[in-house]
Protein backbone atom coordinates (compact mmCIF):
# COMPACT_ATOMS: atom_id res chain seq x y z
CA UNK A 1 0.00 0.00 0.00
CA UNK A 2 1.17 3.45 -0.90
CA UNK A 3 0.59 4.96 2.58
CA UNK A 4 2.59 2.22 4.17
CA UNK A 5 5.29 2.65 1.78
CA UNK A 6 5.75 6.73 2.92
CA UNK A 7 4.98 5.95 6.21
CA UNK A 8 7.93 3.69 6.50
CA UNK A 9 10.26 6.14 4.27
CA UNK A 10 9.58 8.44 7.33
CA UNK A 11 10.68 5.98 9.99
CA UNK A 12 13.70 5.27 8.46
CA UNK A 13 14.69 9.09 7.99
CA UNK A 14 13.52 9.47 11.69
CA UNK A 15 15.46 6.59 12.70
CA UNK A 16 18.54 7.69 11.11
CA UNK A 17 18.87 10.07 13.96
CA UNK A 18 18.92 13.41 12.62
CA UNK A 19 15.56 14.04 12.94
CA UNK A 20 15.01 11.96 16.16
CA UNK A 21 12.99 14.24 19.18
CA UNK A 22 11.98 16.68 16.57
CA UNK A 23 8.60 17.43 15.29
CA UNK A 24 7.44 16.98 11.83
CA UNK A 25 5.08 18.31 9.23
CA UNK A 26 4.16 16.16 6.85
CA UNK A 27 2.75 18.05 3.78
CA UNK A 28 0.39 15.85 1.60
CA UNK A 29 -0.45 16.96 -1.84
CA UNK A 30 -2.71 15.23 -4.49
CA UNK A 31 -4.07 11.28 -4.51
CA UNK A 32 -7.55 10.01 -5.25
CA UNK A 33 -7.98 9.20 -1.10
CA UNK A 34 -10.27 12.22 0.56
CA UNK A 35 -7.69 13.81 2.65
CA UNK A 36 -8.61 12.95 6.30
CA UNK A 37 -9.24 8.94 4.80
CA UNK A 38 -5.60 9.57 3.49
CA UNK A 39 -4.07 11.18 6.91
CA UNK A 40 -6.21 8.81 9.05
CA UNK A 41 -4.48 5.65 7.18
CA UNK A 42 -1.38 7.15 6.65
CA UNK A 43 -1.02 7.79 10.97
CA UNK A 44 -1.88 3.91 11.34
CA UNK A 45 0.50 3.14 9.29
CA UNK A 46 3.26 5.26 10.87
CA UNK A 47 2.11 3.76 14.46
CA UNK A 48 2.21 0.29 13.37
CA UNK A 49 6.01 0.87 11.96
CA UNK A 50 6.77 3.10 15.06
CA UNK A 51 4.73 2.17 17.56
CA UNK A 52 7.35 4.10 20.22
CA UNK A 53 6.75 7.69 18.19
CA UNK A 54 4.70 9.94 19.69
CA UNK A 55 1.79 10.59 17.34
CA UNK A 56 1.46 14.55 18.70
CA UNK A 57 4.40 14.73 16.98
CA UNK A 58 3.19 14.58 13.60
CA UNK A 59 1.38 17.29 11.93
CA UNK A 60 -0.59 16.26 8.48
CA UNK A 61 -1.01 19.38 6.50
CA UNK A 62 -3.09 19.80 3.12
CA UNK A 63 -1.77 21.88 0.26
CA UNK A 64 -3.08 22.51 -2.77
CA UNK A 65 -2.46 20.30 -5.63
CA UNK A 66 -3.09 20.35 -8.94
CA UNK A 67 -6.69 19.48 -10.40
CA UNK A 68 -8.64 19.30 -13.86
CA UNK A 69 -12.10 20.30 -14.21
CA UNK A 70 -14.02 17.77 -15.96
CA UNK A 71 -16.48 20.56 -17.17
CA UNK A 72 -14.76 22.98 -19.02
CA UNK A 73 -11.42 22.24 -18.81
CA UNK A 74 -10.21 24.83 -16.49
CA UNK A 75 -7.00 23.79 -14.63
CA UNK A 76 -6.58 24.86 -10.85
CA UNK A 77 -5.29 24.14 -7.54
CA UNK A 78 -7.16 22.68 -4.57
CA UNK A 79 -6.13 21.02 -1.05
CA UNK A 80 -9.41 19.01 -1.10
CA UNK A 81 -10.58 16.30 -4.03
CA UNK A 82 -14.24 17.59 -3.35
CA UNK A 83 -13.42 21.65 -4.11
CA UNK A 84 -15.75 23.03 -6.88
CA UNK A 85 -14.04 24.40 -10.30
CA UNK A 86 -13.45 28.36 -9.49
CA UNK A 87 -14.21 28.84 -12.71
CA UNK A 88 -17.79 26.67 -13.38
CA UNK A 89 -18.29 25.01 -10.16
CA UNK A 90 -17.89 21.53 -11.70
CA UNK A 91 -16.17 18.42 -10.33
CA UNK A 92 -12.56 17.36 -10.91
CA UNK A 93 -9.68 14.84 -11.32
CA UNK A 94 -6.62 15.23 -9.41
CA UNK A 95 -3.57 15.78 -12.02
CA UNK A 96 -1.53 13.57 -9.55
CA UNK A 97 -2.08 10.07 -8.94
CA UNK A 98 -0.61 9.15 -5.94
CA UNK A 99 -0.27 11.56 -2.83
CA UNK A 100 3.28 13.28 -2.31
CA UNK A 101 4.36 13.32 0.95
CA UNK A 102 7.37 16.28 2.16
CA UNK A 103 8.79 15.74 5.30
CA UNK A 104 8.92 19.53 7.19
CA UNK A 105 10.98 19.97 10.43
CA UNK A 106 9.89 22.30 12.83
CA UNK A 107 11.77 22.90 16.56
ZN1 LIG B 1 -14.82 23.98 -14.67
Known amino acids: MHEAKIARSIVTA ?3 GELAGRRVVLHVR ?3 HGPDEF ?3 LRLHLEAEAPDLEPASF ?5 PAPRLCVGCG ?5 PRPDDP ?3 CG ?3 LPLLDHEQVEVELVG
Not at 59 to 63: I, K, N, Q
Open 74 to 78: EEFAA
Open 30 to 32: GGH
Open 14 to 16: LRD
Open 39 to 41: EAS
Open 59 to 63: RVVHD
Open 85 to 87: CPR
Open 90 to 92: GAS
